[in-house]
């Protein structure tokens, strides 16, 4: 890995985001130069991108691993996370209708199982930039919420592997399962917990300007809603990983 690549690939794209923010800026203030801003939303695609291939360059570059395949990988889990994003396979919590329940982290748990943490976390990466710039949701910060959720479910599941995973054989591979799904909940109920914690409470775009005070209280039903997402998504990513290596007859990182 080049982290100088990565470096600059990530401020590319945070260019291109603040461009974007201008943009927008420049559509409800100056009127009179529309014709100039309306053509940055355009520059600020070329900079997403542009950002996305030198992060990527860096990540793989100078390795002997088979660039295009990994590339090719997170491609393809990306296009269908963030199809999944934009189909209409969402549904409310019934207990906080603001909070939505979908489907759309499967296939990155999925391809983190298949192919290891660093294409797992290039994919999640990848997703919130595309989000960033086709469908940032209510919140033009949305993505890098659910970015912070994503990796912290992740996370979870990569400390089971790496250190318990030793202790489970194949034919144990539900406990496994279990486990995973129960750290990976815990990570992400807390890291995010922490997350709305600390940026709800900020005015738009980053946050929605929730007081402190209305804010407390809302944090256990916000967890409730983290915890019951990652208990139907890590399992079915781990569903989804197997049979993915069954029809391709290719190993998974989660059994190396």
């Given at each position: 890995?080049?982290?100088?690549?990565?470096?600059?690939?990530?401020?590319?794209?945070?260019s291109g985001y603040l461009v974007r923010l201008i943009a927008s800026l420049g559509n409800l203030v100056w009127d009179s130069l529309a014709y100039i801003w309306d053509f940055l939303p355009y520059v600020?695609?070329?900079?997403?991108?542009?950002?996305?291939?030198?992060?990527?360059?860096?990540i793989f570059g100078g390795r002997k691993w088979i660039e295009s395949k990994k590339i090719a990988t997170i491609s393809i889990?990306?296009?269908?996370?963030?199809?999944?994003?934009?189909?209409?396979?969402?549904?409310?919590a019934p207990y906080a209708p603001f909070l939505k329940y979908q489907i759309w982290e499967i296939p990155i748990v999925a391809a983190f199982l298949l192919y290891g943490?660093?294409?797992?976390?290039?994919?999640?990466?990848?997703?919130t930039i595309v989000l960033l710039v086709v469908y940032p949701g209510d919140l033009p910060?949305?993505?890098?919420?659910?970015?912070?959720?994503?990796?912290?479910?992740?996370?979870?599941?990569?400390?089971?592997h790496k250190f318990a995973a030793g202790y489970f054989s194949?034919?144990?591979?539900?406990?496994?399962?279990?486990?995973?799904?129960?750290?990976g909940s815990i990570a992400r109920v807390g890291i995010m917990s922490i997350v709305n914690w600390a940026f709800l409470r900020y005015p738009y775009p980053v946050g929605f300007n929730i007081p402190v005070e209305?804010?407390?209280?809302m944090l256990p039903t916000i967890a409730i809603f983290n915890a019951t997402l990652a208990l139907y998504t890590i399992p079915v990513?781990?569903?989804v990983s197997r049979a993915v290596s069954f029809g391709t007859n290719t190993s998974r990182w989660s059994q190396r």
């Open positions: 890995m080049n982290p100088n690549y990565v470096f600059s690939g990530t401020l590319i794209a945070a600020s695609i070329l900079l997403y991108f542009l950002g996305i291939i030198t992060a990527l360059y860096g889990f990306t296009a269908l996370s963030v199809a999944l994003v934009l189909s209409p396979a969402k549904f409310p943490p660093l294409v797992g976390v290039a994919t999640s990466i990848m997703n910060t949305g993505p890098l919420y659910n970015l912070a959720a994503v990796l912290s479910t992740l996370l979870g599941i990569y400390i089971i194949k034919q144990q591979e539900n406990i496994l399962t279990a486990f995973s799904t129960a750290l209305a804010l407390t209280p990513g781990y569903f």
